[in-house]
């Protein structure tokens, strides 16, 4: 069974920067997509940003131009970079990886980001 390890989460302010980091515990030549998911307190878990394997991304429109998703096929890695966060960011970011018939492998167990105001 392969675990999703994450790491980055943290405390900013407003406007400040913040990168997110996901790998797999061992190389699964399944998964297709890998991305973020967040949820924040009180809201569904929501999409965030993925990839697919072939370069093919995907961002929520509140997130873009402000996120950059990038991964790593040959080492099962996927990393966020998040520039310009605001408050409405605050939320438990989870890495998340699929086949590419959308059947979830795994999930990471979460990280807190938290933007300050």
């Known amino acids: 069974q392969v675990q999703l390890v994450e790491s980055g989460g943290g405390l900013v302010q407003a406007g400040e920067s913040l990168r997110l980091y996901c790998a797999a515990s061992?190389?699964?030549?399944?998964?297709?997509?890998m991305g973020w998911y967040r949820q924040a307190p009180g809201k569904q878990r929501e999409l965030v940003a993925v990839?697919?394997?072939?370069?093919?991304?995907n961002y929520a429109d509140s997130v873009k131009g402000r996120f950059t998703i990038s991964r790593d096929n040959a080492k099962n890695t996927v990393w966020l970079q998040m520039n310009s966060l605001k408050p409405e960011d605050t939320a438990v970011y989870y890495c998340?990886?699929?086949?590419?018939?959308?059947?979830?492998?795994?999930w990471g167990q979460g990280t807190q980001v938290t933007v300050s105001s």
């Open positions: 061992r190389i699964i030549f399944s998964i297709n997509t």
């Open positions: 990839a697919t394997s072939g370069g093919t991304t």
């Open positions: 998340n990886a699929k086949t590419g018939a959308g059947r979830d492998i795994a």
